[in-house]
């Protein structure tokens, strides 16, 4: 947990997200401990969010002909 976050692979952030989750949920951390996990566990999940939206501004959907072959790519839209 001393890695930076900018560091973090979206999938070891969300890894150590979920450690972190777990401590705060089981009460047993004194609170100045509770508060740093927290305060980890925010940067955390706001890394994640912006790993994801990346991800998906790099999606593409494949556009087809009327031929049904490629034509081009247009950006992914979301919903």
């Known amino acids: 947990m ?5 560091d973090l692979a979206f ?3 969300l890894k ?3 450690l972190i989750v777990g401590k705060l949920e089981s009460g047993d951390t004194p609170l100045q401990q509770a508060i740093e996990l927290y305060e980890r566990g ?6 994640c969010a912006d790993r994801l939206d990346a991800a998906q501004a790099r999606i593409e959907a494949i556009r087809l002909d009327a031929d049904g072959k ?4 247009r950006p992914f839209a979301a919903g």
């Open 42 to 47: 925010n940067k955390l999940r706001q890394r």
């Open 70 to 73: 490629p034509a081009g790519v």
């Open 16 to 18: 150590e997200l979920e």
């Open 11 to 13: 999938e070891d952030a």
């Open 2 to 6: 001393d890695t930076p976050i900018e």
